[in-house]
């Protein structure tokens, strides 16, 4: 039974930092894509960034590269997005999703319905 469990999301003023978590058990951990998405109000779903946790690959989307990153404590099955330099437009719930993929495809796995796994996701709030 996969499980991910996200934390983290908090008010916070512009300009202003937060770290998630998103803890997972139930999967090989260390050959999988792992995401973070996230949805406004009135918005679809979209990709904020992934990591391939067999390489520690990364991709960023361009609205949040220079002030997101994604890293892994592979002892802990976490991944965290540290979020710097926060705007009222980052405003969403935040979730993680997890899917089981390899070297050459991680790269391929962008999209909500490439995912299997989700967390309830975590909201955060700029204001």
């Known amino acids: 039974h996969v499980q991910l469990v996200e934390s983290g999301g908090a008010l916070v003023q512009p300009g202003g930092s937060l770290r998630l978590s998103c803890a997972a058990s139930?999967?090989?951990?260390?050959?999988?894509?792992m995401a973070w998405f996230r949805q406004a109000p009135g918005k679809e779903r979209e990709g904020v960034a992934r990591?391939?946790?067999?390489?520690?690959?990364?991709y960023y989307a361009d609205s949040v590269k220079g002030r997101f990153t994604i890293s892994q404590d592979n002892a802990k099955n976490t991944v965290y997005l540290q979020m710097n330099s926060l705007k009222p437009e980052d405003t969403a719930m935040y979730y993680c999703?997890?899917?089981?993929?390899?070297?050459?495809?991680?790269?391929?796995?962008?999209?909500?319905?490439?995912?299997?796994?989700w967390g309830q996701g975590t909201q955060v709030t700029v204001s």
């Open positions: 139930g999967f090989t951990y260390n050959r999988n894509c």
């Open positions: 999703a997890a899917e089981q993929c390899s070297a050459l495809a991680w790269f391929r796995f962008r999209r909500p319905a490439d995912f299997r796994y």
């Open positions: 990591i391939y946790t067999g390489s520690g690959n990364t």
